[in-house]
């Protein structure tokens, strides 16, 4: 079951989630074309799902969230997209072999200059709404590279946010799964700062109490327990209050007509100089495998103004 739950401890200023990826996971993999990713990398980009679809559901924003890792080690590129209504999809490019068992700094940060980022895209037709970009450190304050992504995002909800977050991640060839607590800003105030002291310190209580009982999951249990055992077995003795769970799913935003859009930014004599030399372009999807071939005839409906095209064809986006 592929499924979100929100919920938070009644009386307390902290609120969790919790997601669960297990056949839109597979789909995922199973749509990758080429090679298989090696474990270390489905691990990492499971994670990063896993951590986008929590991060997205945790604010009210229309658009894209998108996680990207930038790295200088065997994986180059590493991206995570969620929409609002947490479709999802994720792809990494591979350079070089991947050691076993690599954690993030050997995967993304070899020679300390990977990069990651959150950016928030919003939906198109939404007016006043801006692209918003976040760079997210892969060090601590010492600039010690943090072993883990549970880390990394728990040190930059802290920075950015002042939010004090607890994450577990856990990702293999079945599922991609996370935990997230997050204590609650201040009502009245969007920062802890806003507290009165006495309320602070009981929220501050409340929050590290139940942190700790998060901490206390393990991967393996994150990865095979169904959500009801798992917060029953780490909650059980906090009032909890849950939501309706909601529903990720895999699902690709490639189309032909966004293929189009691309050959036509890159111009008709350079569409032509390929078809020239093989016959037809043929471009793949790197999130879901699709393929999209365009021959000559193609290529020359592409070219035509947009007035003078058959409905259905262009529409670029
Ligand atoms: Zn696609």
Known sequence: MDELHRFVFAGAPVRGLLVGLRE???????????EPYPAPVRALLGEMTAAGLLLH???????????????????????????????FRATATLAGPVPEAAELPALVDARGRGRCAITLD???GRPGQRRWQGVVALHDA?????????????????QSEQLE???????????AAGLLIQR???????????????????GSEDFNRIAQLAATL??????????????????????????????PRFACRCSRDRVAGV???????????????????????????AAYRFDAVDAAQLFVPAADRPPGQGALN
Not at 142 to 158: C, G, K, N, T
Not at 184 to 202: I, M, N, T, W, Y
């Open 24 to 34: 839109s996971w597979r789909e995922l993999l199973a749509r990758r074309a080429g």
């Open 165 to 175: 977050t607890r994450l577990v991640l856990a990702a293999d060839d079945r599922v």
């Open 184 to 202: 609650l800003p201040a009502v009245g105030g969007s920062r802890p700062s806003g507290e009165r002291p006495e309320d602070a310190r009981g």
């Open 57 to 87: 559901a945790n604010i009210k924003f229309d658009g894209a969230l998108e996680m990207q890792m930038q790295g200088d080690g065997p994986v180059r590129l590493a991206v995570a997209e969620v929409q609002a209504d947490l479709r």
């Open 122 to 124: 919003p939906a198109a």
């Open 218 to 247: 393990t991967r393996d249990e994150l990865l095979t327990l169904d959500a009801d055992t798992l917060l029953r077995r780490l909650f059980w003795q906090e009032p909890l209050q849950r939501f309706a769970p909601r529903q």
């Open 142 to 158: 010492h600039d010690r590279p943090l072993p883990r992504l549970a880390q990394v995002i728990e040190q930059y909800m802290q």
């Open 263 to 289: 050959l036509r930014g890159l111009g008709r004599s350079e569409v032509d100089a390929v078809i020239a030399e093989r016959g037809a372009v043929e471009v793949g999807c790197e999130f879901c495998g």
